[in-house]
C-alpha cells in the first residue's frame, strides 16, 4: 500500500461508471460488499428478519413499478442475451448487431442486459437501424454498468424484478452463445414456454456450433428418458443465419395474433349469444 492509495483496489473500483445501486451510484470505499440479492438471501440466526425484510419487500416493489412503468409503451420487442464476454472482434457481435437491426426492421424493439459483449452489439445494432434499444442492467459485485447504445435503460437490485421485465415486455427470444447467465435466461425462458406460464413464443438459438450438443443432449437423453415430451424440443429453433432468426420470430409472432384475434372473435360470439 502507499500513502496515495491506502486500498488497493480503490482505483479499480473508480474505473468505469462506478457501482450502481438502484438510482445511486458509488464509487471508492462507498462500494459494497455484498449485493442486494446477496443480502435479501442470506441466511441469519438472529431475528433483525422480522425487521429487515418487510421493508425490504418495498424496495422490491418499487423495482417492479419502476420497471413496468419505464417499458409500458415500449410497444412490440424482442429480448436479445448473449454473452458479455464477446468482443467487437468476434463474428458473434457482428451476428448480433445485424440480427438486432433485422428486428427493427421488422418493427420491434429490442431489450438486453444492457451489458458490454453480445448486448452491447445488439443495443448498437438496434440505435444504428434506427430502432428502440433497451438495456436491463443489474447490480454485480464486478459493475459493469449500461453500454452507451442503449436509450431506455434500467437498472435493478434484484434478478428477478430485471427477469420478469425481459420476458413480460417481449415477444420472442434470440439467445446467441453465452455463459452461464446466458444459459439461465434460456432455460427460464424455455420453462415458461413448456409450462404455458407464457404464450408459446420463439425461442432461437444462434450458432448451431455452439448450440447444437446442447439440443443433442435434450434430444437423446432428456427427452429419451421421458423426462420431457419429445415435443418439447421442437420449442427451441436452431440457426446461423440471422434472416432466419428474424423471420421465425416475425412468423410465429403472427400466428399467435391470428389465435389471439380468433379467441377475441369466439368470446365476441358467445357473448352476442346470451
Known amino acids: 500500500m502507499t500513502e496515495e492509495s491506502p486500498d488497493p483496489g480503490a482505483a479499480k473500483?473508480?474505473?468505469?461508471?462506478?457501482?450502481?445501486r438502484g438510482p445511486v451510484v458509488l464509487r471508492g470505499a462507498q462500494v459494497p460488499a455484498t449485493t442486494s440479492d446477496e443480502r435479501l438471501l442470506q441466511r441469519v440466526d438472529?431475528?433483525?428478519?422480522?425487521?429487515?425484510?418487510?421493508?425490504?419487500?418495498?424496495?422490491?416493489?418499487?423495482e417492479f413499478v419502476e420497471g413496468f412503468g419505464a417499458l409500458a409503451e415500449v410497444g412490440p420487442a424482442v429480448s436479445v442475451f448473449g454473452s458479455a464476454r464477446i468482443r467487437k472482434g468476434d463474428p458473434e457481435y457482428a451476428l448480433a448487431r445485424q440480427i438486432s437491426a433485422?428486428?427493427?426492421?421488422?418493427?420491434y424493439a429490442v431489450i438486453t442486459g444492457g451489458g458490454p459483449g453480445i448486448m452491447e452489439a445488439a443495443n448498437r445494432g438496434a440505435v444504428e437501424a434506427h430502432g428502440l434499444s433497451v438495456g436491463l442492467g443489474i447490480e454485480?459485485?464486478?459493475?459493469?454498468?449500461?453500454?452507451?447504445?442503449?436509450?431506455?435503460?434500467?437498472?435493478?437490485?434484484?434478478?428477478?424484478?430485471?427477469?420478469?421485465?425481459?420476458?413480460?415486455?417481449?415477444?420472442?427470444?434470440?439467445?446467441?452463445?453465452?455463459?452461464?447467465?446466458?444459459?439461465?435466461?434460456?432455460?427460464?425462458?424455455l420453462t415458461l414456454v413448456q409450462t404455458q406460464k407464457v404464450k408459446g413464443f420463439p425461442i432461437v438459438l444462434v450458432g448451431t456450433e455452439f448450440w447444437g450438443g446442447l439440443i443433442d443432449w435434450i434430444r437423446a437423453t432428456v427427452?429419451?428418458?421421458?423426462?420431457?415430451?419429445?415435443?418439447?424440443?421442437?420449442?427451441?429453433?436452431?440457426?446461423?443465419?440471422?434472416d432466419e432468426a428474424v423471420r421465425i420470430v416475425v412468423e410465429r409472432a403472427a400466428e399467435l395474433r391470428a389465435q389471439e384475434e380468433a379467441a377475441s372473435e369466439r368470446a365476441a360470439e358467445g357473448d352476442a349469444g346470451w
Do not use: C
Open 223 to 242: 427427452a429419451e428418458r421421458g423426462l420431457i415430451s419429445p415435443t418439447d424440443v421442437d420449442l427451441l429453433h436452431l440457426t446461423d443465419d440471422p
Open 13 to 20: 473500483r473508480r474505473k468505469g461508471n462506478g457501482y450502481r
Open 140 to 189: 454485480l459485485p464486478h459493475e459493469q454498468g449500461l453500454n452507451k447504445w442503449v436509450d431506455l435503460g434500467i437498472h435493478f437490485r434484484y434478478f428477478f424484478a430485471r427477469k420478469t421485465m425481459f420476458v413480460k415486455y417481449a415477444e420472442g427470444f434470440v439467445v446467441l452463445p453465452g455463459g452461464f447467465g446466458t444459459l439461465d435466461e434460456l432455460f427460464e425462458s
Open 46 to 62: 438472529k431475528v433483525t428478519w422480522l425487521h429487515d425484510d418487510p421493508w425490504r419487500v418495498m424496495r422490491i416493489t418499487s
Open 102 to 107: 433485422g428486428l427493427v426492421a421488422a418493427g
